[in-house]
Every structure is written in C-alpha cells, then in structure tokens.
C-alpha cells in the first residue's frame, strides 16, 4: 500500500521532505491498530471527528464521554456512540453522504501524544450495535447517556501526532448536564449569534414585519 495522498507527494516533491515523510510512513504508519493504540484508544475521554459531506464541504466536531466511550472491536474496527444533541447531526449528515471519516485523539494529561484513525464509517442504531458488541452498555446508561446511534468506523490509516507542541492540562472535575435542553448549561448564546440577528431584526422592522405576517 503506497501511503499518502497525490497532493502529499506533490508537496513533498516540492519542499524536498520525501525522505523524512518516507521514514514517517514506514516508522509510524499503519492501516491497522497496534496494541499500544488499541490502549489508547480505550482510556481516551474525548476525540475530535472529521466528515464532510458529498461536495467536500469539511466539519470537525467534538465527541466525549467517560474512558471506554470508544469502542475498539478489532485491530480494523472501532466505534463510537452518538447522543442526543442540537437536533442538526452534521457529522452523521456527512457520513450519510460520504463515508470517509477522521479521528483524531490526544492525551493532553500524561503522555501528550496524539492518535490519528482514518478510515470508512456507518451509522448503526442501538440494536444493531448490541448484534456486534455484546459488552455495548447501552441499556443500563441514564437518559442524558443513552446512544441514539452509533458510529462503526473501519479502520484505513492509523498514525502518530508527536508530542512536541501538545500542551499539558490539568483535569478538573465538574457537573455535565447530560442530555439537557438548559440554555445555560449548553452555553446560551455565548458567541452572540442569536443578539445579532435579533439586533438586525429590531434594525430593518419593514422585514420583520413581513417575515412575521408569514410572507416569503
């Protein structure tokens, strides 16, 4: 399997870093999970998840739950659970339309190493992930923490993210309102969106005033 996209070797080329990128592929690159990854994997808390969409439209969003959330079925097979959220399901939207997934895990505490997973990914429901992974728990888990759909992802690619510039948190703990539909504990309006368009509204009343007498 010759690693790495046209436009990796392109750049490579280019820049004049085949070989160091060579030593990479064939030092740190696999297309399956090690033990040491599966590890990893297993003790993460959080993963950021990569899809876009039929056109190449990008999103990155972010996953988390308590350690064994990911789950790792095989050395060419993990998964991950998706709960109830803002209702828009972006990243399953995406990979309704295109399968192609990244997911990137950092351990930003002990080892300040990072884990790249790409591969394939399908949506499943609750039952279907019960089929394939008996130890799921699923059943038992509160309202807030019960899977709507899982994620099974097919591992393609498997690599490292060095440490050098990962910086050290520390952990602390806190109450997470699982499942809540409490602006204040999603955030409320943090960065202003939903102030500016009513400020707009307010700003051009002619418009609202149609748009609130229902007309196109």
């Known amino acids: 399997m010759r690693q790495g996209s046209a436009g990796e070797r392109i ?10 990128a060579g030593r ?16 990893f994997i297993g003790r993460m808390e959080m993963a950021f998840i990569a899809t876009s969409d039929a056109a190449g439209e990008c999103d990155c969003s972010f996953r988390a739950g308590q350690a ?6 095989s050395e060419r097979t993990i998964a991950y659970p998706e709960y109830r959220g803002n209702g828009v399901m972006a990243s399953l939207g995406n990979i309704l339309e295109n399968p192609h997934i990244g997911i990137f895990m950092v351990d930003f505490t002990t ?15 609750p039952a279907q ?4 992974d008996r130890c799921t728990p699923e059943q038992a888990a509160p309202a ?12 393609a690619e498997a690599y490292i993210h060095c440490s050098k510039h990962i910086p050290k948190l520390v952990p602390q703990s806190r109450v997470r309102h699982w499942g809540t539909d409490n602006p204040r ?28 007498a229902g007309c196109p």
Do not use: C
């Open 68 to 73: 064994g959330f990911l789950r790792v079925l």
């Open 24 to 39: 990479f592929y064939a030092s740190q690159f696999s297309d399956r999970l090690t033990p040491m990854m599966m590890r």
């Open 144 to 155: 807030g923490r019960r899977p709507v759909q899982w994620v099974l992802v097919q591992v």
């Open 129 to 132: 992930m019960q089929e394939i």
């Open 11 to 20: 750049l490579q080329q280019r820049y004049g870093t085949g070989d160091q």
């Open 111 to 125: 080892d300040l190493i990072g884990l790249h997973v790409n591969g394939e990914a399908e949506i499943l429901t």
């Open 185 to 212: 504990h999603k955030g409320g309006d943090y960065f202003g969106t939903g102030a500016e368009r009513l400020t707009a509204r307010e700003a051009d009343p002619v418009r609202a005033g149609t748009a609130a």
